[in-house]
């Protein structure tokens, strides 16, 4: 992927010869939203919670890895007891290059690349078989940086995925029962591979977070996301996901 940076002129700070680096994990709590319509027409929602690495790294570009694993308990309006679950385990990273930057603000835009197993189970609808949206995904990611006075920043992002790989199971599975070995498992999420643009496979990522200064040396920060998800196949019902988490991170 070839990508046009366009400076605008005059708004170019002076290089820094050092990079800034910065360490972090992120405990977030919030509520997810599935309808895997493979399974039934009905919304499946419960409390996650979320773990993440980051790191940030800025010099002459601004770029940023993520590793996250997701636990959530589900249940529809129907049911009384959440017992349905999601596991989902994720890695992203980008690199983002400066677009527009003054004292106060910037802008970067880059590649991004994100890698997700999204693992379900509906022991009340369906006890034999393991549900799944995974996807390697390529798009574009757009960075704004907000300074404040007092060394307290917002920052924000959104990225949209362009062109994904994704694997969903068959709507109709002629078994009765799946491999559930951790093998049949790991194999059943890498099978029946599509490739998909927006049209069917759609994920939209936004996270803003304000950064603070709790110790002398240190920032912490509150942070928000929202992740927007579809998924289609010629041989799946479509799937829907909306995640929205809050949370607080710990620069190290």
């Known amino acids: 992927m070839i990508l046009l940076v366009i400076r605008i002129k ?6 820094d010869s050092t ?6 994990v992120n405990l977030q709590f919030g509520i997810n939203q599935i309808k895997e319509k493979n399974l039934l027409p009905l919304v499946h929602r419960g409390t996650l ?16 890895f993520q590793a996250s694993f997701v636990y959530s308990r589900l249940k529809t309006n129907l049911e009384e007891m959440a017992k349905s679950g999601n596991i989902k385990l994720g890695f992203n990273y980008s690199c983002n290059f400066p677009i527009y930057q003054n004292s106060n603000l910037s802008y970067y835009l880059g590649p991004r690349t994100s890698l997700y197993y999204s693992y379900m189970l509906y022991p009340n609808w369906d006890d034999s078989h393991g549900y799944w949206a995974d996807y390697l995904s390529f798009g ?15 920052f924000t992002s959104l990225n949209i995925g362009l062109l994904s790989l994704f694997s969903r199971p068959d709507a109709i599975r002629p078994y009765k029962m799946d491999d559930s070995t951790f093998g049949g498992i790991v194999k059943a999420l890498n099978s029946n591979i599509a490739t998909g643009f927006i049209n069917k496979a759609l994920q939209i990522n936004f996270k803003t977070e304000y950064r603070f200064p709790l110790f002398l040396t240190k920032q912490e920060a509150i942070t928000y996301s929202l992740d927007i ?19 607080i991170k710990i620069m190290l």
């Open 140 to 154: 574009l990611n757009n960075v704004l940086s907000v300074k404040r006075e007092h060394e307290r920043e917002w």
């Open 19 to 24: 990079p800034h680096k910065i360490y972090s």
């Open 49 to 64: 919670t979320e773990l993440s690495v980051e790191t940030e790294k800025i010099k002459s570009s601004l770029r940023q």
């Open 10 to 15: 005059g708004q170019e700070p002076p290089p």
């Open 229 to 247: 998800n579809r998924f289609s196949s010629d041989n799946a019902e479509p799937l829907f996901q909306v995640i929205h988490r809050v949370g």
